[in-house]
């Protein structure tokens, strides 16, 4: 998980009705809506949960230390969905034990490696990058259609990458692959290999999963493209990316707590 900066997150709290109507503009999908969809269970399954249950939020101190603003934007999210979230005044293994002292039934926290959540009462536990990955392609299969038979491009073939490919296949997509470093591509089949800048134009649907920012330019996109970027750092220069903002899906962490939470209602 690569950590976020203070300044890319500070105001997705105060945001989050504005980045909504956005979403509904591309997908005609609320949050909870897509999270529901990811998940495979109704926007009321999500509602009866969100009655119930108290969500923990755990500041984590372990490795470069506690993420600024990270616990306030993760209780504000899953607060937007209807839920009651706090975070703990505990830190660490002192915020697990208030967290379990308050009778929270899930618990969500995150160490510079790992961002999961979990349900203390039934065991169930998510992970931010497979939500993230499932919370995405819903919103690429809404915003397009079904994805069967289709082309996608996949830029970045770490974590991230790996894990939209394998459920791509698994949609009957046909994923397509491009990173700039050719060793993590061993193995694949070279027919599903992109290897130059050039050919990324030739694909409609791209999930950017690149964490390296501004290096796409303007002639490696599609006029009819629409890109899916769960990559923490846009791949493009903010000057393009408000050129193609209609046809971007992207946040730092909106849709994959979102869709932790549900998959927690399961």
């Known amino acids: ?16 009705s504005n980045y909504e109507n956005d979403l509904i503009k591309k997908t005609g999908c609320t949050l909870k809506e897509l999270s ?21 939020i755990i500041p984590v101190t372990a490795g470069q230390g506690i993420m600024p603003f990270f616990a306030e934007s993760v209780a504000s999210i899953i607060n937007h969905l209807g839920f009651n979230t706090f975070i703990t005044e505990g830190k660490d293994v ?3 034990y208030e967290a379990y002292q308050e009778e929270a039934t899930c618990i969500f926290l995150a160490d510079d490696n790992r961002f999961v959540g979990i349900n203390t009462q039934n065991g169930l536990y ?8 499932k919370g ?11 994805l069967q ?20 296949e698994q949609k009957g ?5 491009y990173d700039k470093e050719p060793s993590v591509l061993t193995g694949l089949d070279k027919r599903i290999v992109v290897t130059s800048l050039d050919q990324i134009s030739n ?16 002639e490696m996109i599609s006029k009819a493209v629409f890109i899916a970027s769960p990559g923490i750092t846009l791949s493009m220069a903010d000057q393009l990316y408000e050129k193609y903002n209609d046809r971007i899906i992207h946040d730092l962490l909106q849709i994959g707590v979102a869709v932790m939470i549900g998959n927690l209602c399961r």
């Open 173 to 177: 997509a046909l994923p397509m692959v």
């Open 94 to 96: 002192e915020g697990i």
């Open 1 to 16: 998980m690569l950590r976020l900066k203070a300044e890319w997150i500070r105001d997705i709290k105060n945001n989050l």
């Open 203 to 218: 694909y409609t649907l791209i999930f950017d999963a690149t964490d390296e920012g501004n290096w796409m330019s303007e």
């Open 149 to 168: 038979a289709k082309e996608v491009l996949i830029l970045g073939y770490g974590n991230l990458g790996r894990i939209l490919f394998s459920r791509l």
């Open 36 to 56: 529901a969809l990811a998940n495979d269970i109704t926007v009321s399954k999500i509602d009866e949960a969100a009655t119930d249950f108290r969500v923990a």
């Open 126 to 133: 998510t992970d931010s990058m497979m939500a993230t990955a």
């Open 136 to 146: 995405y392609i819903t919103a690429i299969e809404q915003a397009c259609g079904n």
